[in-house]
């Protein structure tokens, strides 16, 4: 059974830092391009970061560059989202996904809420 478990949202001040968490189980991990994306209420879901296993490379929409930071641990079959410097406009339900071209399929997680507000 495929199974993204995304945890590590919650409430923040403006200018503060979360972590969130994405545990994997199921599928090939390592054969899985992995991202973060985030859905604000009323807006289309867009994508946050994504990184490669094979290459680690690692991708960012303009919004959060310089500010969130992905990184995955293949021993945990896990990915993980930095998140510093955090503004209300981050607020959004984080859904980790994972995408593969060689199995031609695509996986996400249930979503973990970020509120930014003082």
């Known amino acids: 059974q495929v199974r993204l478990v995304e945890s590590g949202g919650g409430l923040v001040q403006p200018g503060g830092s979360l972590r969130l968490s994405c545990a994997a189980s199921g599928f090939p991990f390592g054969s899985y391009a992995m991202s973060w994306y985030r859905q604000a209420p009323g807006k289309e879901r867009e994508l946050v970061a994504t990184?490669?296993?094979?290459?680690?490379?690692?991708n960012y929409a303009d919004s959060v560059k310089g500010r969130f930071t992905i990184s995955r641990d293949e021993a945990k079959d896990s990915v993980y989202l930095q998140m510093n410097s955090l503004k209300p406009e981050d607020t959004a339900v984080y859904y980790c996904?994972?995408?593969?071209?060689?199995?031609?399929?695509?996986?996400w997680g249930q979503g973990t809420q970020v509120t930014v507000s003082s």
């Open positions: 990184i490669i296993s094979t290459t680690g490379r690692r």
């Open positions: 996904n994972g995408r593969s071209r060689v199995f031609d399929n695509e996986y």
